[in-house]
């Protein structure tokens, strides 16, 4: 990818962006420690030569909604094996909420869906069968309430070994040890999710700037039980 573009060159390839966000997302998951790069969200990516004390080399750079442009190094992202504790948090706060999100999406396609059984992506308004569509996360994405729970936990820098149970037997994920905690993260997801029905393949709906406009078909969550 690096080869397609010259130095100081934005990169204009939807699918390029697409690939690089996630590529960013991987960075701040595995690599860093400190805040993540992406800020509020990408607003551009752009091929930049990084020049040092005997040494240039080009490489991306990232134009952020909320501060000035940033690099981050596209080899250590690849290269990078994701922080054990930290992904197995995201991947347990995503269990323990997805059965009422799978819940959420077909009561609002209950409520909400034509004759055909479709309802519009809440982005570029393409007719969606609950096949097709997706329950996303709009603003803050999944990944930042998980780490705002965290700060609220008082693990920001470092989750208690105690916290997750690993799968026992037949399971396949881990959860977590104290069901306290898990209706905590419930309750704390509830508070601040804002929903969306978008298409499955992704696309425009999860370009950042998109993420931030005013949901038009919010989809609720189910009662607390």
Known sequence: ?????????????????????????????????????????????????NVGDGYSSSGFWLARIDAEPTDFSYIAALKGTPRSDAKEFYDTCMATVRPVLTEAKLEFFAAHAGLDGQVPCEVTDEMLTPEQALIDHAWPTFGQIVGAFRVHQGWATEIPATAIRAPHGDERQSSFSDHVVAQAFCDFHRSVATLRVISARGGPAMEAEKRRTVVKRPVPLPPRP
């Open 1 to 49: 990818m690096l080869a397609r573009y010259s130095d100081d060159e934005r990169v204009d390839n939807r699918m390029d962006h697409l690939d690089l966000v996630a590529l960013l997302d991987r960075f701040d998951l595995s690599v860093t420690d400190d805040a993540p790069k992406t800020g509020a969200g990408a607003r551009y990516f752009m091929r930049r030569l």
